[in-house]
């Protein structure tokens, strides 16, 4: 690189479609990048700290220097796609890992052409795939992101493999250690099964959360004693309200589904009386509580 302004990682912020996204590139000394991209499921980007992240890319390849800027001339795209439902931060459960290679067998990476400019006071970076968060950018240069100077580099791409694979591997031994890796694996489920979890439609964009207790729901056998408390317990919102159905729990804040897991075996809670605050575990024995299989693809529709 013969402007050594270029040369370092940077940060720059911005939207991918209508989602908040953040990048990350490491430009080397030999004229090499690799550009790394988050996208979190929020529009908002005052709420990307607790957002859960929809994919994590990374493109890798050589920079181009044409009228003064550098242009970015992609070689590899690693695309790793995530649980979004119940997303445990903790340990993220891979949905899908997709890698799009071009060279002399075609050009399969569907990115814009992307560039870097030295304004003289700071990088910026354009590209048609992103839009500049409000008041981003230097000056009257609205169109482009400003990056920032940073101090790690993104990892290479076998090393993103690699943890990923390792991450879904050690789910798959054990899916569920908390609420939050119970509401995980169910939406996991539900994203398979067209947002169904055995007989019953669910509904993730709504309410939901892993922020209660087993003892929130403490239920009631047909014989008046009480049931055993669940190990783990969450709610989400039914995608549809079927009258008369026992399953669904009215409560002040509005209609849910109470799911529990108690010895390996999902459960879903029942009010038999609806004008009543009795309720009672009933186990959903149709239901495979197996993490969905990892989908490893390359060059997807060539």
Avoid: C
């Avoid at 220097?65 to 795209?77: A, F, V």
């Avoid at 002399?104 to 795939?129: C, V």
């Avoid at 892993?210 to 009631?220: C, E, F, L, N, R």
């Avoid at 029942?270 to 309720?279: I, K």
């Amino acid at each position: 690189m013969a402007d050594k302004a270029f040369v370092g990682t940077f940060t720059y912020r911005m939207f991918v479609g209508k989602n908040v996204g953040a990048g990350q590139i490491t430009v080397n000394a030999n004229g090499t990048y690799q550009n790394a991209v988050t996208v979190l499921n929020t529009t908002k980007p005052e709420d990307a700290d607790k957002a859960a992240v929809i994919s994590y890319s990374l493109a890798t390849g050589q920079l181009q220097s044409l009228y003064g800027k550098e242009y970015l001339n992609p070689k590899n795209l690693l695309t790793v796609d995530y649980t979004v439902h119940g997303q445990n931060q903790a340990r993220r459960l891979a949905q899908r890992v997709t890698l799009w290679t071009n060279g002399k067998s075609g050009d399969n990476i569907n990115l814009a052409r992307a560039r870097i400019e030295n304004t003289n006071a700071q990088l910026i970076y354009y590209s048609k795939d992103y839009t500049p968060w409000p008041k981003e950018g230097l000056g009257p240069v609205q169109s482009g992101m400003a990056m920032s100077k940073a101090d790690a580099a993104a990892p290479s791409i076998p090393t993103i493999y690699t943890n990923t694979l390792g991450a879904y591997r050690s789910i798959q031994k054990a899916p569920v250690q908390s609420n939050a890796d119970f509401m995980q694996l169910i939406g996991a489920i539900s994203d398979a099964h067209r947002q169904n979890v055995g007989q019953v439609a669910v509904d993730f964009t709504d309410m939901y959360g892993a922020g209660v207790k087993p003892t929130d729901y403490q239920a009631i056998n047909k014989d008046g004693s009480k049931q055993a408390l669940m190990q783990y317990v969450f709610v989400v919102s039914p995608a549809k309200v079927v009258e008369g159905a026992s399953y669904i729990i009215s409560t002040q804040s509005g209609d849910l589904l109470v799911f529990g897991l108690l010895g390996g075996k999902l459960y879903l809670l029942h009010q038999p009386d609806h004008d009543s605050a009795t309720v009672t575990w009933m186990m959903m024995p149709d239901v495979d509580l197996t993490v969905p299989p990892l989908q490893i693809r390359l060059n997807p529709g060539i």
